[in-house]
């Protein structure tokens, strides 16, 4: 499992976690697109605004591999502006290329690309 040196451990002053420590035995928590209603909490919408940020900030709009990056939380953007860079694409890898749709991105999070 690739370890993203620098990335942020998480969202400052919150529990809101970005990266995991280590690689699981039975191996990585697949990636599913999970939907998000309107009504969601405010930090929630900040732990994604914020992920998106480090994200963009570390990898631009190049391609990045998986790993260490938390599952639970790349899910809440996973097949919006988060979306695969390869087919086929295994979504219980932790070699899995991802890249981030900039323009998808752009709308739901403007103040990322602000």
């Not at 970005?18 to 039975?26: C, L, P, T, Y």
């Not at 591999?65 to 695969?84: C, H, I, K, Q, T």
Request: hydrophobic share 40%.
């Amino acid at each position: 499992m690739e370890k993203h040196r620098g990335f942020p451990g998480r969202l400052p002053g919150t529990d809101y976690q970005f990266v995991i420590r280590r690689a699981h035995k039975d191996g990585a928590t697949p990636l599913r697109a999970r939907e998000r209603f309107a009504d969601r909490r405010p930090p929630d919408r900040r732990a994604d605004e914020g992920f998106l940020q480090a994200l963009w900030d570390h990898f631009g709009p190049e391609p990045f591999v998986r790993g260490n990056l938390d599952a639970g939380r790349l899910s809440w953007l996973f097949g919006r502006e988060v979306v695969a860079a390869e087919d086929p694409f295994d979504p219980e890898s932790y070699d899995a290329l991802l890249r981030i749709d900039e323009a998808r991105a752009r709308v739901s999070f403007p103040d990322v690309f602000a």
